[in-house]
């Protein structure tokens, strides 16, 4: 395992606060609409998520109308998650592919309308890892499971750096593509202009000389 030294250490405590997010988040859903929260994901990596609709009255058991159908679906359309009018739920999946990944939730209609507040935390990569079992399977202290973290977390760093140089490439490479298009899409139009002008001179020197104008 690598440890950081004492010079490293201020930088590498940086990257991780650089790196940590907050992952949970809430949102209103109208009744008859849907709402969809979108994650750009790397491929294999472990994401877990898990949802709730918040009780808009505490105290008091929610009411039946509260209740969402929920999917979860990668950037090419594959399932990966689906609840039929739910409360709440959770759940945990590996991907398979690289991109972003829809949770997508879905209030029914009801008169009167109403409005339904959801809390999604959706984690994903290293945050997304049970270090509660990992302390309780590995029997580690507290500061070597510190480590581990702080491992993992530079490890994830430097995956997803080599992920977004592949997706840089890919933007490159499509605007090199899309650049040799409109290049030739402009020397094309030009052509036509020249084209469409050279008929016009004709017919208009054509019609001229039929009228013995010129």
Known sequence: MMIPTNKSLPMFLILMFLWTKVNSVQFEVSSGHTKCIAEDIKSHSMTVGKYHIVNPNQGH????????????????????????????????????????YMACFYAADHKPPISLTIDLDWKSGVAAKDWTNVAKKG????????????????????????????REEEMQELNRSTNSKMAWMTGLSIFVCLSVAGLQLWHLKTFFEKKKLI
């Open 61 to 100: 058991p929610l009411p039946d109308s509260h209740k969402v159908t929920v999917r979860v679906t990668s950037t090419h359309g594959n399932t990966y998650h689906y609840a039929d009018n739910v409360p709440e739920g959770h759940f945990a999946f590996e991907t398979a592919e690289a991109g972003d």
């Open 139 to 166: 029997s580690v202290d507290l500061m070597e499971l510190e480590l581990k973290k702080m491992y993992e977390h530079v490890q994830n760093i430097h995956d997803e750096m080599f992920y977004l140089r592949e």
